[in-house]
């Protein structure tokens, strides 16, 4: 994207986090971290970055869905495509995609901060993650430390009003096509599931952007996060299958077993399932 789009990109969501950060509640209180869950204190020596909220990573795909019933009445919110509600979104393995919506008053039941650090200061509901993410996310970054690799949050959880703000900036900035490659419609994004964050270093640098590619965090988490439970959701040229760009930054949680089978076969979600639902 060229580095004005960039810029007017980043400017939108900033006016988004504000409005929903001053008027907007969810399930759990953004405000109030869950005790015992105080976010870590960044590095001696690191840099405390800005908070952008960067493009927001989507949800995407085209296969039969655990926790979906796919004789649900499709949703008029696809953008032409025939949509089916998820009916079951509590699943840890629930598919959101494209294809399968969640919806607009779903909130995830156990919200947490993990205790980690974020690459923003406020309490915002993008530190929020589904309890037993929460859990391995601490110990996926843990491990990362000890191998000389510094993580940290970019945005977790979205309630459907703050992806349907971001989404619509987006299209605004970018044109409702190129957004769509790389954002998600309100209801479809894996964020509002609780079970999805995005990551970048600890100084935020290239965070949600085409430069995490390739940087020691981006290769560790495509090398290791599978261990922790968690799979890398868009992967590198499987755009027509996910429905968006390669993001190495965006981390789904899917449990161990679960991520390392689909791990060991080099296929997104999306085929998994297919092959093996």
């Not at 509600?85 to 008053?105: F, G, H, R, Y």
């Not at 968006?244 to 981390?251: C, D, G, I, T």
């Amino acid at each position: 994207m060229s580095p004005h789009t960039k810029l007017f990109r980043l400017s939108l969501l900033a006016v988004v986090a504000a409005a929903l950060f001053a008027g907007c509640t969810v399930g759990a209180d953004p405000q109030t971290p869950a005790p015992g869950n105080e976010p870590s204190v960044q590095e001696p020596g690191e840099q405390q970055p800005s908070d952008p909220e960067p493009q927001p990573d989507p949800d995407s795909g085209t296969a039969p869905a655990p926790g979906s019933d796919p004789s649900t009445e499709p949703s008029p919110s696809g953008g032409g495509r025939e949509v089916k509600m998820v009916t079951n979104p509590d699943a840890i393995d629930v598919l959101v995609n494209k294809e399968w919506a969640l919806s607009p008053d779903y909130v995830p039941p156990d919200l947490v901060e993990p205790n980690v650090r974020f690459i923003f200061a406020e309490k915002h509901e993008r530190r929020l993650m589904r309890a037993e993410a929460a859990a391995a996310l601490e110990e996926m970054f843990a491990a990362a430390e000890e191998d000389g690799i510094y993580l940290a949050g970019v945005s977790g959880y979205r309630s459907y009003a703050y992806q349907e703000m971001l989404f619509t900036a987006y299209v605004s900035a970018d044109g409702l096509e190129n957004a769509e490659r790389y954002s998600a419609r309100p209801g479809h994004s894996e964020h509002q599931t609780g079970l999805a964050m995005d990551i970048s270093g600890s100084t935020g640098e290239c965070a949600a952007d085409d430069c995490f590619a390739g940087t020691p965090e981006a290769e560790w988490l495509a090398a290791h996060a599978h261990e922790f439970g968690f799979i890398v959701r868009y992967p590198e040229g499987k755009e027509e299958i996910t429905g968006y760009m390669y993001e190495p930054w965006h981390v789904r949680y899917l449990g161990k077993e679960l991520a390392r089978k689909v791990h060991a076969t080099g296929l997104t979600y999306e085929e998994y399932l297919a092959r093996n639902r």
